[in-house]
């Protein structure tokens, strides 16, 4: 028996489990402590109403022969797809029903989609980045650049300045928090098809866009032919826990004439048995007109709290990007501070935990991330506290 040998690359330890240590030994050093976590990307609002009492229904039909649906896949249901079609039509990007694959999350799809691509394929990914990019490449054994976004390009990634098969993009960014552009993703789009390489858009947060940008990479003219969509129900509509997403493959998108839709289509036909009945359900009724209200609702309350945090941090003088299209606020330390010393600041002094930019990758050294996912007066006591020992 053998093991697979790039696992032995990994980093050892996974960013949040080294916070949480930290932050658990300052609690059991400090029990009356009163922590306020900004720090981790999970949500905290409930499942929007027409979610719940979807989902309340789809159980009453599994309890009836004649409504009962077994294995997803081999059901011929496609109403959560022919939803997000429709969802993808008001923005004027026409999908076909099998260009849309179903699935228990963005960061399974974003880490399995390697699956179908060779392990020689160069893969690019931002820096800082969503970890899951970046070690789900290493397990392959693929080859990483990094696409160095700091304050100079104001983390917009710039084109690779060498050779990318694969490169990962995402949209509202994880962990900078900061939005492309049209022309911006036009320069991508254009890139990608001009090499031959394939751009693999995370659009996760999408639902936290508020200044017009595009929502999908295939508003952008010519993205059928090099792009592929991640989407999930997580951060838009509360999820995490009951686990929905889906990945766009267009038809067009061919790699030496093998379309990568029927790849994908295959993988995930072998691997994968669908997402669940009554999740599909919770799901669809996102896109009804009380469920669109109730997750405007949900994400106003977040964009509410990084508003809060990102002014806060902006009238204490630092330099700060995200929390206007993202529930991510993103800021520089000041006076050379490192992004581990701001932490341990922040952890010991104020009791507010947050996350160090240095662990998204080499250009976040010196930055760190808060997170509008708290409760709203919670956020606005640790922008106080912050305010009180660094203003
Ligand atoms: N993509 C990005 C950029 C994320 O930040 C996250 C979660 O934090 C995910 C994907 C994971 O989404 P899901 O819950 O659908 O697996």
């Known amino acids: 028996m053998t093991l697979n040998p790039n696992f032995q690359a990994l980093k050892a330890s996974y960013l949040f489990a080294d916070i949480g240590k930290k932050v658990r030994e300052y609690q059991a050093a400090n029990p009356g402590a009163d922590v306020i976590r900004l720090g981790i990307g999970d949500v905290t609002r409930p499942l929007p109403r027409a979610s719940i009492e979807a989902m309340h229904k789809a159980v009453d039909d599994m309890a009836r022969a004649e409504t009962f649906v077994g294995y997803p896949t081999d059901a011929g249901i496609h109403f959560l797809e022919d939803a997000v079609i429709a969802d993808y039509a008001l923005r004027g990007v026409a999908l076909a029903q099998d260009e849309i694959f179903l699935s228990d999350g963005a960061k399974s799809d974003t880490g399995n989609i390697g699956d179908i691509f060779g392990t020689d394929n160069v893969v690019a990914v931002c820096d800082p980045v969503y970890p899951v990019y970046v070690d789900t490449n290493v397990m392959a054994g693929r080859k990483i650049i990094l696409l ?16 990318a098969d694969i490169v990962y993009l995402c ?84 790699c030496g004439g093998v379309s990568v839709n029927a790849l994908w289509g295959r993988r995930q036909a072998t691997k994968f048995n669908g997402v669940s009945y009554i999740t599909q359900r919770g799901a669809e009724a996102t896109f009804t007109p009380e469920g669109r209200a109730q997750v405007r609702a949900n994400i106003a309350y977040y964009l509410n709290n990084a508003g809060t945090i990102r002014a806060g941090l902006q009238s204490l003088g630092f330099r700060v990007w995200g929390g206007v299209n993202s529930p991510y606020v993103w800021f520089a330390a000041k006076h050379g501070m490192g992004s581990w010393e701001l932490f341990d600041l922040l952890l010991n002094e104020v009791q507010v935990v947050g996350t160090p930019g240095s662990g998204f990758g080499p250009a976040g050294k010196g930055y760190f991330r808060l997170t509008g996912f708290g409760t709203a007066e919670r956020t606005a006591e640790a922008v106080e506290r912050i305010r009180g020992r660094l203003g």
């Open 148 to 163: 160095p976004c700091n304050a100079e390009n104001d983390f917009a990634p710039p084109l690779p300045g060498e050779h």
């Open 171 to 254: 949209s509202p960014n994880n962990p900078t928090g900061t939005a492309m552009d049209a022309a911006q993703l036009k320069a991508w789009v254009d890139w990608a098809n001009a090499h031959g390489s394939v751009l693999l858009y995370d659009g996760a947060y999408e639902a936290f866009i508020t200044e017009g940008l595009p929502r999908s990479i295939f508003e952008i003219p010519g993205a059928r032919t090099c792009a592929i969509e991640f989407r999930s129900f997580s951060k838009t509509a509360g999820f995490t826990g009951v686990r929905c997403a889906y990945t766009v493959v267009p038809k067009e998108l061919q």
